[in-house]
């Protein structure tokens, strides 16, 4: 039967076969590569070298007749014989690389320029050394035909720029550069000059880039490509900070303001962000007369422009408008706010609360930038608050705000979640205008949002409960009435989600919860399901996490049958649970509790339960168990804990005796040498009542013995003669019961020594333990 129904489901018509056979055929050139990836025995020959040579002969013999990988791996390989044999490599290798990076291809140029970088930055050899071997090499191939390895040793040379004393740097790099950067050189050559005199400003005193550097700057920006100009245009900024104020706003100043004009949509772009970045070093009138007028033109043509200037300018603009805030009339105050708020919608179908039918379909293209608009919008909001007072936050700002934390695309929301501390804080006593947007992110469908915010979730919530004028101590929740849903909601959300380490950090922060609402509330919506987390989780990180916030919600709960209740649950469900894992995630628990609680409260609470673990079936529980025991001796204080003391000491010799596992011995008797170094805490206050005590015991037993004595001495006289007649001998008497006591208290001791066992009376008798108490009754385990 099961042959006729396998080949019943088979068609073996025309088409199908067809289908079959181009089947087998794709399978038979997937395997062909693998066949021609095959070496033949004269490849493999050619491939082998001897073992006897040294690194440096072998690295010769690769780049003279080895294979392009070969010789890729030598270069790979340079820093490592740089540092064994600077010498040798200097004077043997280098030179055979120099040669063969003359036809080298692209991956042995990209693994030269990041291997001569590397031992830049090793120091393996001096700079005076490495100027003299190396710059001439980096400085050959900046111009390579690939942007990619140009880019690769430009990047070197940068690095190595910082290093170079200013004479190297004048010689070898300044006086070729004016060659270089003239308009007959090629474009990739005047590229690389752009970026090197940038590199160059900071490198000199003001007056030699005057004199020396300003004049090709000039020159570049004027470039007939407009490559080269956006590229010097964005170099500007750092040949103003070297050069200083002044001779930026006579120089650069100019300058930025004629490539604002340019044709080119990316030079102009470039001299816009370069105005913004250099706003610091221009005084008022500048601003006023000459920035200002530029930014305003900006933004009038950036929404008939391409919509990567709309990109930039959305990020720049909280830096723009708080550097220009002193200038602003009211008047382009509000039209600048308006140019915000137009950008925060921009790409949204609804907008102004109303569908505009006129929209055309976008792009793909076009939805990708319209959302990184938004998304730099949000970025900039805590600017734009300054920018228009906190005090205004309501009137001005709110239905911006509102509109980017339920903006429909993720980027966007994640920004505002990061914000939101800074927005908060701006915001001080107006912060409870804010509160049903943290709900909402709280509720947020993405993790990522909620892992964003949960950052400075203690931050946040403690600015919202105490921050306003509802921070009255009488009920904490009036303030946010929908938190703990929201709260409750996130981490249901994170726990049914793949990403453990967001639960774990969103576990972390409800800590802070015992600040921002009630105990009750705690125990009931929290407390409990904390609980559950230890028990049901199978993520470590976020159990841990879980039993030390359990643990602060347990510390600050003052009521003593939910405490009790908590308590019991702890040792019943996990430090008597079923499963080992339970039992090890008490200790963890314990250990937390030993972190926050007071030593009596452990003491009183969980001392014992831990111990009894020294009896668990599984050697992991043991063995966490050893390596918990020095913190839990350290809660002890002597005289009150003195039975506590002594179930630790019986605890360890149970375990130095009666342990077979041979990883846990081992971490017992190395615990037991850390015991014995500790000193217990004494507690003074009973030490001394102790000690008051015994006192008062002495002398009222002094004081008896003196008053029988003196009773005694009345007829001591009348009795002395007859007894001395009547008990010959009654000296040796008395000092044979006093040897008879002697003896009796010795055999008492004696018995007493052997009595806990008979088998051992020294440590070399004992053929088990080093460690054995049992062998050692005189003497503590520790004290």
Known sequence: MHPIIFFSKMDFSQSNLFG??????????????????????????????????SDIERAVYLLSSGQDIQGTSVVANLPVLMRQNPAETLRRVLPKIREVLHVAGVEMQLTAAVSFLTVLQEESVSIHTYSHSFLHIILQHLEHRDAGVSNAWLETLLAVIEALPKETIRHEILNPLVSKAQLSQTLQSRL???????????????????????????SLCQD??????????????????????????????????????DEGSSVRLAAFETLVNLLDMFDADDRSQTVLPLVKSFCEKSFKADESILVSLSFHLGKLCNGLYGIFTPEQHLRFLEFYKKLSTLGLQQENGHNDNQLQLQTLEQEKKYISVRKNCAYNFPAMIVFVDPKNFHLELYSIFFCLCHDPEVPVRYTMAINFYEVAKLLNSGVYTIHKELVTLLQDESLEVLDALVGHLPEILELMTNGGENSGSESKLLSIPDLIPALTTAEQRAATSLKWRTHEKLLQKYACLPHIISSDQIYYRFL????????????????????RTLCVYLRYNRKQEQRHEVIQKLIEQLGQGKSYWNRLRFLDTCEFIMELFSKSFFCKYFFLPVLELTHDPVANVRMKLCYLLPKVKSTLKIPTDKHLLQQLELCIRKLLCQEKDKDVLTIVKRTVLELDRMEISVDAEQLEKEKQQ???????????????KRRDSKTSSVLAKSITLSVPGSSSGTSSGKDDKKSKLVRSQSFSTQALHPKYSNIDKCPKYLYCLHCLPHRQLFT
């Open 694 to 708: 015994n006192e008062g015991r002495s002398t009222n037993v002094n004081d008896k013995m003196f008053e029988k």
């Open 192 to 218: 690389v000059s752009c970026k090197i005199m940038g590199k160059l400003a900071n490198k000199f005193e003001a007056h030699i880039i005057k004199r020396e550097v300003l004049p090709l700057v000039k």
């Open 528 to 547: 409990h399901r904390m609980l559950t987390i230890i028990l049901t989780n199978n993520v470590l990180p976020v159990q841990k996490a879980a039993a």
């Open 224 to 261: 007939v490509e407009y490559e080269v100009r956006t590229c010097m245009c964005r170099q500007l900024e750092h040949i103003a900070q070297g050069i200083g104020t002044e001779l930026t706003k006579t120089v650069v100043l100019p300058e930025l303001v004629e490539l604002a004009r």
């Open 20 to 53: 079959y056979i181009e089947d087998l055929q794709e399978l038979t050139i997937i395997e062909r590569p693998v066949r021609r990836s095959l070496k033949t025995p004269e490849e493999i020959e050619r491939l082998t070298v001897d073992e006897e040579l």
